[in-house]
């Protein structure tokens, strides 16, 4: 098993560009989610789903948008790239009761 | 709302020495997630808490959560290299696993 795939690794964007990081599970997990990492601090939820068709927004979903079509994919759309939205995104996917599998990250520069 | 505050941000330790970090919440805790992150890497889950009081073992990692499911600690015993990382607690939302929200973190250095 592959895990939680997230594709690019690496990506720079020129503000005001917009690009969407792609996240793939092969475990049948439910619930999926996005963390945005800044250097230095936690984990911020920006957005999590719980089964297909169903999203709701985290702490700092602003700029971002989401959408579950499948069991197995969790695209995440930055609309408008801004300086801000520099940062390492994981994607995460867990069945309750157990905890979260990460994927490796991507790390986003927008410049 | 909820408050949970993870302390301490950093801890340099020799290596062979204890360590321990805890999370502390304002309020009642469903239940509590562990996960280490190397330098560089991305999260790995180690443990979930969900019972008053549970202490679970991962051979030099304990685990335990408070009576009141307000309180948790990761205690390391004799630290080695390895353990390098930080170690971050998390909680899921009342009665469910669906959103889960992560501390600060612990940043722990070991020196050889």
């Known amino acids: 098993n592959a895990g939680v795939t997230q594709t690019p690794k690496f990506q720079v964007l020129k503000t005001g560009q917009s690009m969407t990081l792609q996240c793939a599970q092969d475990?049948?997990?439910?619930?999926m989610s996005w963390y945005r990492q800044d250097p230095g601090m936690g984990l911020r939820l920006i957005h999590y789903s719980v089964g297909a068709g169903i999203t709701d927004q985290g702490e700092v979903p602003n700029g971002y948008n989401v959408s579950r079509s499948t069991t197995e994919d969790f695209p995440l759309r930055l609309l408008s790239a801004a300086p801000s939205q520099t940062s390492v995104y994981f994607c995460?996917?867990?069945?309750?009761?157990?905890?979260?599998?990460f994927g490796s990250g991507t790390r986003l520069t927008v410049v | 709302g909820q408050q949970v505050m993870q302390i301490p941000q950093y801890q340099h330790v020799q290596e062979g020495e204890d360590f321990t970090t805890y999370c502390n919440s304002s309020?009642?805790?469903?239940?509590i997630q562990w996960y280490k992150q190397r330098p560089g890497g991305h999260p790995v889950f180690l443990i979930q808490?969900?019972?008053?009081?549970e202490v679970k073992k991962q051979k030099r990692l304990t685990f335990q959560f408070g009576e009141a499911k307000k309180n948790s600690s990761l205690h390391i015993t004799a630290t080695q290299t390895t353990d390098v990382g930080t170690y971050f607690c998390a909680w899921g939302d009342s009665g469910g696993y669906q959103k889960v929200t992560f501390g600060t973190g612990t940043k722990l250095q070991v020196i050889p």
């Open positions: 475990m049948n997990h439910e619930y």
């Open positions: 808490l969900v019972k008053s009081g």
């Open positions: 309020t009642t805790l469903s239940n």
């Open positions: 995460a996917s867990s069945s309750p009761p157990y905890g979260y599998t």
